[in-house]
């Protein structure tokens, strides 16, 4: 992996992917059935806990990653394939995703951005003409030999000789039913599994983990956005109200502002409230990874007000 800069021009700055390193620590949304290669092998599906292979394979050949839910589907497919293994193309499912959507500031969808050498840069959101892609995807390619990422996906089905990814360690049992769970939309099951796990060992991180994803996946889909907006714009010390605009928040990307609305509600919130908000901060401090800056000043700042 070349350690040059990314400088074309025309693409907009790159974005954090550092919580993304650490997916052997964030259980999430099991892999559908059909999240398998396709197309000759340069499209794929990834979620959460499969980016990091996104990453690596990035270090090879330029990857195009495309956002799609909300009842929009993906559409770059014929457009990369026209490009003959010069690009992989991975989707992903914003509205099952949420790491992958704080991590890449997903707004809408369809939002598309770029991995080069474990690098990503954002290219666009919304639908564009075909020429205007084709130039973004030329430009991209042009970033990429910049950094000496100039691999191609093999063309046609993988063989038996492709090389294959590593075989994955089996998850404890408690761990793989609350990812069948999550799979399944049950989010109250999973969060009973983790709940168990932790029980069995306080220690094991991968089920705080997992539980603080799944418990917040839980919030929202009991959360009516338009309800809650409203009540937060009546009552801006409502804790419950402001609570469930912050998982909003991070559900969209936006870490900072949730932690920027709980510690500004913090200090005249009474002591229910107060332990409320530290609790669901512990809960986004899981979500989002400790290597995340934004979760260190955060940390600092509930801290002060703590003590």
Known sequence: MTNAPLNAASLRGAVDLSS????????????ADGETQRSGGFATNANDASFSQVLELSNTVPVIVEFFGQGIEPTLEPTIAAYAGKFALVTVDATSNPQLVQAFQVQQVPTVAAVVGGRPVQLFSGVIPENELKEVLDQ???LAAQNNVTGTVPAGEASDEDPQEPEEVPL???????????????FSTAIAKYEAAIAQNPRDQDAVAGLAQVSLLA???NTT??????AAAQDLTDVGAQMAVADLDVSGGHLGDAFARLLELYPSADTDGKNAIRTRMLEFFEIAGADDPRVTDARRRLTLLLY
Do not use: C, F, K, T
């Not at 993304?20 to 892999?31: E, G, I, S, T, Y």
């Not at 956005?225 to 409203?230: D, E, F, I, N, T």
């Open 20 to 31: 993304l390193v650490r997916q052997h620590n964030a259980p999430a949304v099991a892999p």
């Open 140 to 142: 991209v390619l042009q």
């Open 172 to 186: 404890p049992p408690l761990h793989q039913e609350a990812l069948d769970a999550i799979a399944a939309g049950d």
């Open 219 to 221: 919030r929202l889909e």
């Open 225 to 230: 956005a338009q309800a809650v907006y409203s």
